[in-house]
């Protein structure tokens, strides 16, 4: 007989805006991080290193409401400390995210 089975975790659409943590955090090349979405929203992800200067833009546009992964490849940047500031609806939530090679 068939065992398999489907989970779904997130059922229906999410009630407030909300970020996960980076995952995994130190990380090497790659970490990812998830946006619960209540609404239509413009969002702009960006990375910025510890001297603030803007390193790369991970999204910029309209967003839908729902769940959505994102990946960050910092394959070509150097070990540190960065920030992904995301901007959504006039408000900012920033998170910190270590590189290590």
Known sequence: TDTSCLSIDKVGLPTEFEISSAYPNPF?????FSIANPKFSHVNISIYNLEGKLMSVLYA???S???HSFNWNAQNLQSGLYFIKVNYD????VMRATLIK
Do not use: S
């Open 61 to 63: 546009g309209h967003l």
């Open 28 to 32: 090497n090349p790659i970490c990812q």
């Open 65 to 67: 409401p729902g769940y």
């Open 90 to 93: 006039n408000n900012n939530e």
